[in-house]
């Protein structure tokens, strides 16, 4: 049985993702804010193996008692493989940092960043004296890389997502049976989020133009054409440790 820790379940991506993985050898622990039926009927009715699990990645108390709760679920000895993916993701606040909130602030990299860190180290603890196939894929973003006016806060999570990628890589060069992690951009997606940059004021964000262009164009690629490169990625291991890659780049 291989075993799916995903986060961000609820929409987009995450949805995306889990629906690919549902099947009779694959066991799915969907962390996300609500369940999602769609998701649990698609299992029940293709003997689908899933589970959901309520909670805010904003309350990162309850993160590592959760996943501790997840490896009690998994059969380390007859598993075939364990994966995280990390790809639950905030863009709020959308504005000058000036006109940010504190808590806003707070809660952005809470979810965005705190939370990937944790999962990644409870993940970790969780596997270290399993010998089979584990991974971790870290949601990214191009926004980790390049500075946009009115994401200061989202730019600064995903870069740190990816400097704490490769940090994590080098340190599992060093274990007696690695992790092996990588931090993924999926680029321009057809989701609630784009529609939420969509939204946005021009005031506080300057490329809104363009954006909405991406949709007009037909440029924005769909959440299950990524979903699959994830799972590629996922069940072929075809990635260097702590990389940091751009799934155009696979296309």
Same mark, same amino acid.
């Given at each position: 049985?291989?075993?799916? %820790? ?13 629906? +690919? ?9 969907? %962390? ?74 707070? +809660? ?56 704490? +990628? ?86």
């Amino acid at each position: 049985m291989k075993n799916f %820790i995903i986060t961000g379940t609820s929409r987009g991506l995450g949805k995306a993702l889990v629906k +690919t993985l549902i099947d009779k050898n694959h066991r799915v622990f969907c %962390i996300s804010r609500k369940k999602d039926p769609e998701l649990m009927d698609l299992a029940k009715n293709n003997s689908g193996n899933l589970e959901f699990f309520e909670l805010d990645l904003g309350d990162s108390k309850k993160i590592r008692g959760l996943m501790e709760e997840i490896f009690q679920r998994i059969d380390l000895k007859t598993a075939e493989g364990i994966y995280l993916v990390n790809n639950a993701g905030v863009l709020a606040p959308v504005k000058r940092l000036e006109d940010c909130e504190d808590q806003e602030i707070l +809660t952005n990299l809470q979810v965005n960043l705190a939370a990937p860190l944790i999962l990644t180290s409870a993940f970790i603890n969780g596997t270290i004296d399993f010998k089979g196939d584990k991974k971790v894929i870290n949601i990214s973003s191009g926004a980790g890389r390049k500075p946009h006016y009115g994401w200061s806060n989202y730019c600064a999570a995903k870069a740190g997502v990816n400097l704490f +990628t490769r940090s994590v890589g080098l340190e599992q060069e060093k274990s007696a049976y690695p992790v092996k992690i990588l931090s993924l951009a999926p680029a321009i997606m057809d989701t609630k989020m784009q529609e939420e940059i969509r939204s946005s004021n021009k005031k506080d964000f300057q490329e809104l133009e363009k954006f909405k262009n991406y949709k007009k164009e037909g440029k924005l690629l769909s959440s299950e054409v990524v979903a699959e490169k994830v799972k590629d990625l996922l069940l072929s291991g075809n990635f260097e440790q702590g990389e940091l890659l751009d799934v155009r780049e696979l296309l």
